[in-house]
């Protein structure tokens, strides 16, 4: 039977319009039935015009684009080895596996400091000078917190405004969220992709709060401390557990009336150094002086870097460095591996709340607790589970 519309509103709206009943239908528009319809653009409704389409790489793209050094593709590469789907990971570390041979070759500097340091006003007179200099720089940021304060990485990149439009400089802000360890192999991972796309100075920021500055130490071949001069109460405040890390300390911000001030916190830092053990065997640590707005001391700073190459390398104490950081990075890794494999795992997390019921409420005690559930967890169970992770795509047998 044939249809009629031939009211203007639904059956439900009741004839008399009363204050209770909130509700109207509008009219049409002539010649348009999908209000949906009306708001996509009318040369993609005729066909003239096809929507974009994101090509989908392969992993040849990847390679060949990165060892070219284009930018984008760079980029892109960086993109999936932070992405968290299983399909990516297993497709950027068939990318990474490829690129590994043509890595290695950079030089590895961590930057660290409290927050208003001038660790990015220092980056950007220190990457320039570099990049006037022949040399091609990648700038990396390493900050766990950085989901939460995202305005730091806008400011850095406003910051870092020459450098970032430099052919020669390749800045990337921190993989937001996830644990330090994921931010970490993330950014590791990233800092290889860069040394295969030709970069030969790699710089990690990171802020000198939490542990974030033992990760890029443990990633990098010099680690420099960015100070701010201050009486003797503020060096208390410096943690000498950081002063540990550092090859060098400089004191910034050494300009104007504060010149005099940072000549007597470099020689207090100087002091300071004498009771603490040096972070490199070999290469004593040394306090220095800059001002990175009127990019005065950057010079004198990178002979010390360079002067650091030479003597590790001859001393062979370089390769012994970055051989424990790679093992370091494997046994951390499964450290995390494990741990999640543990604690995703459906049979463990089951249990687990009447376990955690048992220890609160004494019956049994945490030794016990994690006997048992040490036993619980099944091996093979887990083994089958992590193939999703690093062969999603292979067959489960
Ligand atoms: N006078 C003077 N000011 C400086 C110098 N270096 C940086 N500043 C200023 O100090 C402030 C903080 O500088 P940033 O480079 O953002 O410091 P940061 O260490 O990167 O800070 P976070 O990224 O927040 O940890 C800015 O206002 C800079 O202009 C310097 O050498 N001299
Ligand atoms: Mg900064």
Redesign the pocket.
């Known amino acids: 039977m044939e249809q009629k519309y031939t009211t203007s509103k639904p059956s439900w709206v009741p004839e008399e319009k009363n204050d209770k009943f909130a509700c109207s239908v509008m009219g049409g528009i002539e010649g348009i039935k999908d209000t949906t319809v009306g708001n996509i653009n009318p040369a993609l409704q005729s066909g003239k015009m096809k929507p974009k389409k994101r090509l989908v790489m392969s992993e040849d793209d990847y390679v060949d684009g990165v060892l070219k050094g284009d930018r984008m593709t760079l980029s892109r590469a960086i993109t999936l080895i932070e992405s968290n789907s299983p399909r990516h990971f297993a497709k950027a570390q068939r990318v990474l596996q490829r690129l590994l041979p043509h890595t290695g070759h950079a030089l590895r500097i961590g930057i660290t400091?409290?927050?208003?340091?001038?660790?990015?006003?220092?980056?950007?007179a220190f990457g320039n000078m570099l990049c006037d200099a022949g040399h091609k720089v990648a700038v990396l940021?390493v900050d766990p917190t950085s989901s939460v304060t995202k305005g730091?990485i806008l400011?850095?990149k406003t910051?870092m405004g020459t450098l970032s439009r430099r052919r020669e400089a390749f800045i990337r802000p921190s993989p937001a969220g996830g644990t330090l360890g994921g931010v970490a192999r993330k950014s590791r991972e990233t800092m290889l992709m860069c040394e295969a796309a030709g970069y030969d100075v790699i710089i990690i920021?990171t802020?000198?709060v939490g542990q974030s500055e033992t990760t890029v130490r443990s990633m990098v071949d010099f680690f420099l401390l960015?100070v701010l001069t201050g009486a003797g109460d503020e060096l208390q405040g410096i943690k000498k557990g950081i002063m540990e890390l550092a090859d060098a300390i400089v004191v910034?911000?050494?300009?104007?009336d504060?010149l005099v001030k940072a000549k007597v916190s470099r020689g207090q830092y100087e002091r300071m150094l004498e009771y603490i053990r040096p972070a490199t065997p070999g290469w004593p640590t040394h306090a220095y002086m800059?001002?990175?707005?009127?990019k005065t001391g950057l010079k004198e700073l990178w002979e010390v870097i360079k002067g650091f190459r030479e003597n590790t390398q001859k001393s062979g104490v370089w390769n012994k460095r970055r051989d424990s950081q790679l093992l370091d990075w494997m046994h951390s890794m499964i450290d995390e591996h494990l741990h999640n494999l543990f604690f995703e795992d459906p049979v463990i997390t089951g249990r687990m709340p009447e376990v955690r019921g048992a220890v609160l409420d004494g019956t049994i005690s945490p030794t016990q607790a994690v006997a048992e559930l040490v036993k619980l967890f099944d091996v093979e169970r887990a083994a089958h589970r992590q193939v999703d992770i690093f062969h999603p795509e292979q067959e489960k047998g």
């Open positions: 400091g409290v927050p208003g340091a001038g660790k990015s006003t220092m980056i950007e940021t730091s400011g850095d910051r920021e802020v000198g960015v910034n911000k050494a300009d104007g504060n800059c001002s990175a707005m009127e």
